[in-house]
């Protein structure tokens, strides 16, 4: 059975930090990217940042760089999303999202995805 499960999230002071964890299993976890995407109350979702395995590329969205990293552990088949210096638009459900091989900003190429994790960033 597939499963991508999310955890790590929490209710945080504006400028606090919090680690997100995606646990993968069921599936062939190196060869594919693992992202982020997050949606906020009355928003569409958006990526935020994905790992690709296959070319060692990460990739940030423009307002999380040099905020937020992305990295895996590949014997726990875990991703991680470092959360730093969080900002009340930053407040979202998180999940994440399994596509083959590369990294790519389109939701609907990813195959598998989790349930996400609440994130909520108190100004």
């Known amino acids: 059975e597939v499963q991508l499960v999310e955890s790590g999230g929490g209710l945080v002071p504006a400028g606090g930090s919090l680690r997100l964890s995606c646990a993968a299993s069921g599936f062939a976890f190196d060869d594919y990217a693992i992202a982020w995407f997050r949606q906020a109350p009355g928003k569409e979702r958006e990526g935020v940042s994905c790992s690709s395995r296959n070319d060692g590329r990460r990739y940030y969205k423009d307002s999380v760089k040099g905020r937020f990293t992305i990295s895996s552990d590949n014997v726990q088949n875990t991703v991680y999303l470092q959360m730093n210096n969080l900002e009340s638009e930053d407040t979202a459900v998180y999940y994440c999202?399994?596509?083959?091989?590369?990294?790519?900003?389109?939701?609907?190429?990813?195959?598998?995805w989790g349930l996400g994790t609440q994130v909520t960033v108190s100004s």
């Open positions: 999202a399994a596509v083959r091989r590369f990294c790519t900003p389109l939701a609907e190429f990813y195959e598998y």
